[in-house]
């Protein structure tokens, strides 16, 4: 069945660093979507990217879907503390979506 | 905040019992998922429900069931529960029904404990 790898795990990042976290499908994606859980929270959806190659921001976010509709990746430039909690891609797969383990993102002031 | 409602915050169960979980959609949504989220993972799907019947089911098992009513709230039940079955609930919404899979809107969920 389809999988959604998310890389690295955890990310330790230093206030003001920019960092990037990975999501990699073992299928071709219809589209692609983040969300964003902070902790003791519930994920909340940030985007959803449909096309080849698009890319997409929000403000110090960048989203950006592969050109092989296999990939994705988030882009946070100049982190912030607000920027504190797991990233996770999902995928859908018919009525079901599958979403990977999350990056983990904490952040040293 | 969504709009999205889950009922209870927190429930403590002994293994063996049954458990009922209730969940309100946000407005103007019709489909309503499920999902399991173990400490440290990702949500896993279990199923989603659109028009009051299962749409799509993931992998899990047979007492773990589910109804939509007509106000397309929603109730997921967990029969002969198991320790592992202790994790986050969590009930998604969405506005667009059955065909594809956008954007879910998640509730606050609820914390199973099974003792």
């Known amino acids: 069945g389809q999988q959604v790898m998310q890389i690295p795990q955890y990310q330790h990042v230093q206030e003001g660093e920019d960092f990037t976290t990975y999501c990699n499908s073992s299928?071709?994606?219809?589209?692609i979507q983040w969300y964003k859980q902070r902790p003791g929270g519930h994920p909340v959806f940030l985007i959803q990217?449909?096309?080849?190659?698009e890319v997409k921001k929000q403000k110090r976010l960048t989203f950006q879907f592969g050109e092989a509709k296999k990939n994705s990746s988030l882009h946070i430039t100049a982190t912030q503390t607000t920027d504190v909690g797991t990233y996770f891609c999902?995928?859908?797969?018919?009525?079901?979506?599958?979403f990977g383990a999350g990056t983990t993102v904490t952040v040293r002031a | 905040e969504t709009g999205v409602t889950q009922s209870p915050t927190h429930l403590i169960k002994t293994r063996g019992q049954q458990v009922t979980l209730r969940c309100s959609s946000q407005?103007?949504?019709?489909?309503v998922s499920w999902y399991q989220q173990a400490l440290g993972q990702g949500p896993q799907f279990i199923f989603q429900?659109?028009?009051?019947?299962?749409?799509g089911r993931g992998n899990f098992p047979p007492r773990f069931s589910g109804l939509q009513f007509p106000n397309y709230s929603s109730e997921l039940n967990v029969n002969a529960l198991e320790l592992d079955d202790s994790a986050l609930y969590l009930c998604?919404?969405?506005?667009?029904?059955?065909?594809?899979?956008?954007?879910?809107?998640f509730g606050p969920g609820t914390r199973l404990t099974v003792t």
């Open positions: 999902a995928g859908p797969n018919d009525y079901k979506l599958s």
């Open positions: 429900y659109y028009r009051e019947e299962e749409n």
């Open positions: 990217l449909v096309k080849s190659g």
């Open positions: 998604a919404s969405s506005s667009l029904g059955g065909l594809t899979t956008y954007e879910q809107y």
């Open positions: 407005s103007g949504h019709n489909t």
């Open positions: 299928t071709t994606l219809s589209n």
